[in-house]
């Protein structure tokens, strides 16, 4: 299967660069992660199981953590030098976090049974993959040990529809760069690399639009599914467990 993610996971100055670029980022991504908090079906006292998949150096793993006290959380990543940023950052939960090394291509990359969750998470991670029969694959496995009642949510980037779109939307990007960043600082800004807008040509820059990823969620037998957030090409999806 090929595999064209051109991220070096497995370098750890790759890592720690891509992580301080992250860091700067994480502010504005405060809002997206709460309304992550917000959908779960859950009291804030609730005991429930976290999975976090891709989950880099825990941003969250760590809001969840915090937004649900008696929760515990399982980081799934492939990157042994970003478990390690997370393993260090997330010292104070103690054994409320907990990770998971694995490879998203394996049959096995979940945590060995039997255990189960109430709720799976993932942010900007699985488009990665490029690979969309994998991710539906993916969403197959995730329903499978999601616990009645429980609740799968992606906050990712998905392709624009049609080219028409993905040429506005490449337009609104490069406008919303030119009015936030000033000319000389365009190339290094903090984020500038993992969100940069494809060539207009690039209708299809990530394995699927966003209808496409709702039927493969409605198709691996999840329930309520929809978008709760989209801006442009980044969008919050899922769906619940009956």
């Known amino acids: 299967m090929e595999r ?9 100055a790759y890592v720690e660069a891509w992580i301080q670029r ?3 980022n994480d502010p504005g991504r405060a809002e997206r992660f709460q309304l992550m908090g917000d959908l779960l079906p859950f009291p804030a006292d609730a005991q429930v199981t976290v999975l976090d998949i891709g989950a880099g150096y825990g941003p969250v ?3 969840l953590l915090d937004r649900f006290p008696h929760a515990t959380c399982i980081a799934q990543d492939g990157s042994t ?3 390690q940023h997370a393993q260090q950052r997330m010292t104070t939960y103690g054994a409320r976090f907990r990770t998971h090394q694995s490879d998203l291509f394996a049959q096995d990359w979940l945590p060995p049974q039997p255990e189960a969750f109430e709720v799976v998470v993932s942010a900007l991670c699985l488009h990665n993959l490029r690979d969309f029969s994998r991710i539906s694959t993916l969403y197959r496995d ?4 999601l616990k009645p009642g429980g609740m799968f949510l992606n906050l990712d980037l998905v392709n624009a529809p049609t080219l028409g779109l993905q040429q506005h939307y490449g337009r609104v990007t490069e406008a919303r760069r030119s009015r936030d960043v000033p000319s000389d600082h365009r190339s290094t800004a903090p984020g500038h690399q993992e969100l940069q ?3 207009q040509s690039a209708a299809h820059a990530f ?5 496409e990823h709702l039927a493969a969620l409605r ?12 801006d442009l090409r980044q969008a919050l999806y899922g769906g619940y467990v009956g």
């Open 61 to 63: 793993s760590k809001f």
């Open 22 to 24: 992250q860091l700067a």
């Open 219 to 230: 198709a691996a037998g999840f329930l309520e599914v929809d978008c709760f957030w989209k």
């Open 207 to 211: 394995p699927a639009d966003l209808s």
């Open 4 to 12: 064209r993610d051109h991220h070096d996971w497995a370098s750890e």
């Open 142 to 145: 995730i329903r499978a040990r």
């Open 197 to 199: 807008t494809p060539p």
């Open 81 to 83: 030098p970003m478990l």
